[in-house]
C-alpha cells in the first residue's frame, strides 16, 4: 500500500486564539483562520487542523481528554485509496467524504482518514555541513547557522505517537491491514512504524500504555536541519514556551529532537534529519530507558565569557 | 545588591504583589533562579494556591504550555500540557488523565501587606 505519510492532524481546543498563536509561533502558516479554527501548513502543505472542541464537525476523540480527533494519511493514488477502503470495510464502516477522502476507525479507536496526499513538491537545501574530507559541502561564502530575522518554517509533517491500551493489536492493524513496516522497536513499548510509500524511519510510534493513558504522546514537524531546528527551538523558548525534553538527538532514527508542552494536551516536537531505510533494513530492537533514546542532550548558556553582567567570579565555573 | 530573599519575612521570598493575580488566573514564578518555573500560583475562588511546578505523572514535569499558561481555556482546572492531566485549582486533585487520583504538590504561602510570599 502506498500510503506516502501524514497529511494532517485534526485536534479539538479550548482555546482556538491561544493554539493558533502557538502554531503560527512554531512556523506554521495559517490558512483560513477564524475563531473557531483553521488550518496551519508546514511548506509542503502539510498541516495541524484546529476546531473549537465542541464542534459537531469533528469525529470523536477515542477517550475523553484526548484532543486529538483525526490522523490523516496520504496516499499516492487511487488505487491505494481503493484497496484501503476494500481492506477496511472487510470489518469496520468506511465513510467516503465529499472530497473523495475516506475515513474509518483504527483498532485503539483513533479516527483515520486518507486521501490523495497534496503534498507540495518543493526544492529547499538541506542543512550540510563543512566536515573535512566530505565530499557535499556548504557553498563557500554560505553561513551554517541561520541569521537573526531569518524565517524558518517547518517543512512537513513528521510522525505522531500514540498510547494504545494493546500495542500488539494496534501494531497488528497497521502492519497487516495498512502495509506499514517495524523499523524499529523498543522491548517492551512498542513499534515504529514505516508506511509503504516512506522512506522515513518512522511516522507512527506506538507506546503500550494503561487505558487511562490512552492517547497522544506527541507529534511533530520536520526541520531543515539541526541548526535550524535549535534556532527555531530557541526562539520559541524565548516567547514563553515550555520545553520538556532536549534539544538531542535520538538514538532510533537519528532525529535531533526538541519537545515543548502544548494546548493540544500532548507535547509537540520540533525534529530534523530523521534516519530513511527501505525494505533491506533489518529492525533493530532496544530498551526504552532514557539511555536508549538520546545519544545526547544540549544546554544552552547565556552568557559564556567575562564581561558586563557576569559575576565576579565568572559564569562558567 | 538586593535580592527577594532579602525583603520580608526571614525564610519567605517574594514573588509579587497578592492583586497582581486576578480570579482564575495564573503565574509562574523561578524564586531559586533556576532558569524554569518552579512554582506557580492559582487564584481559586478568591483564594491563592501555590503548587510546585511539577506534575505527578512523570515527577518534575513542567506543566504550563506557554509561561504563566496552568489552567484550561475557562480557567477551572489547572492542566499538565504534556499530556493533559487536569486538577483541582484548589486541591490539586487530579480529576483526569493519566495520575488521576494523584495530587499536586503544595507550597506554603503568606500574604503581608498585600505582598505574596513563598516559603523557601
Ligand atoms: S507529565 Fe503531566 S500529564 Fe504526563
Avoid at chain 1, 479507536?109 to 518543493?122: E, H, N
Avoid at chain 1, 518554517?153 to 493489536?169: G, N
Amino acid at each position: 500500500m502506498k500510503i506516502v505519510g501524514l497529511e494532517s492532524l485534526v485536534f479539538g481546543v479550548d482555546d482556538v486564539n491561544g493554539a493558533s498563536r502557538f502554531l503560527v509561533d512554531y512556523g506554521l502558516a495559517p490558512v483560513a483562520v477564524s475563531d473557531r479554527g483553521g488550518r496551519f501548513e508546514a511548506i509542503d502543505g502539510t498541516a495541524v487542523v484546529i476546531a473549537q472542541q465542541d464542534d459537531p464537525a469533528l469525529p470523536p476523540a477515542p477517550v475523553p481528554g484526548c484532543r486529538l480527533r483525526k490522523t490523516v494519511m496520504g496516499v499516492a493514488d487511487e488505487a491505494t485509496l481503493g484497496a484501503i477502503a476494500a481492506e477496511l470495510r472487510r470489518d469496520r464502516e468506511v465513510r467516503r467524504l465529499p472530497d473523495g477522502a475516506i475515513e474509518s476507525i483504527d483498532d485503539s479507536g483513533f479516527v483515520i482518514g486518507f486521501q490523495l496526499t497534496a503534498r507540495r513538491p518543493f526544492v529547499l537545501p538541506g542543512e550540510l555541513s563543512n566536515a573535512p574530507g566530505g565530499v557535499v559541502f556548504r557553498p563557500i561564502n554560505s553561513l551554517g547557522v541561520p541569521p537573526p530575522g531569518s524565517v524558518i518554517r517547518p517543512r512537513s509533517l513528521s510522525h505522531v505517537v500514540y498510547f494504545v491500551p494493546d500495542v500488539m493489536k494496534a501494531e497488528a492493524f497497521y502492519v497487516n491491514r495498512l502495509g506499514f513496516r517495524c523499523t524499529d522497536r523498543f522491548t517492551g513499548t512498542g513499534p515504529f512504524l514505516q508506511p509503504g510509500g516512506s522512506l522515513d524511519h518512522h511516522t507512527h510510534f506506538l507506546i503500550g500504555a494503561p487505558p487511562h493513558m490512552h492517547g497522544v504522546e506527541h507529534f511533530t514537524f520536520h526541520f531543515g536541519g539541526p541548526s535550524e531546528m535549535i534556532t527555531n527551538g530557541y526562539r520559541f523558548v524565548e516567547k514563553g514556551y515550555q520545553a520538556f525534553w532536549g534539544p538531542g538527538r535520538h538514538i532510533l532514527g537519528s532525529n535531533w529532537f526538541w519537545y515543548f508542552n502544548s494546548p493540544f494536551g500532548c507535547h509537540i516536537e520540533m525534529d530534523a534529519d530523521m534516519d530513511q531505510h527501505d525494505a533491506s533494513w533489518q529492525p533493530r530492537e532496544a530498551t526504552a530507558s532514557a539511555d536508549n533514546s538520546q545519544a545526547f542532550l544540549l544546554k544552552m548558556r547565556s552568557k559564556w565569557y567575562p564581561g558586563p553582567g557576569i559575576p565576579e567570579n565568572g559564569d562558567y565555573a | 545588591m538586593a535580592t527577594t530573599r532579602e525583603v520580608g519575612p526571614p525564610g519567605w521570598a517574594r514573588l509579587c504583589r497578592s492583586d497582581e493575580i486576578g480570579e482564575a488566573q495564573s503565574r509562574g514564578f523561578d524564586p531559586d533562579h533556576e532558569g524554569q518555573d518552579s512554582l506557580f500560583i492559582v487564584r481559586w475562588q478568591g483564594d491563592l494556591h501555590g503548587w510546585r511546578n511539577a506534575c505527578p505523572h512523570i515527577d518534575g514535569a513542567p506543566m504550563a504550555w506557554r509561561r504563566d499558561a496552568y489552567l484550561n481555556a475557562e480557567g477551572t482546572r489547572i492542566v499538565c500540557h504534556a499530556h493533559g492531566a487536569e486538577f483541582m485549582p484548589d486541591t490539586g486533585l487530579c480529576v483526569q488523565g493519566p495520575c488521576r487520583g494523584e495530587r499536586l504538590s503544595r507550597i506554603a504561602l503568606a500574604v503581608v501587606d498585600g505582598e505574596l510570599f513563598v516559603k523557601s
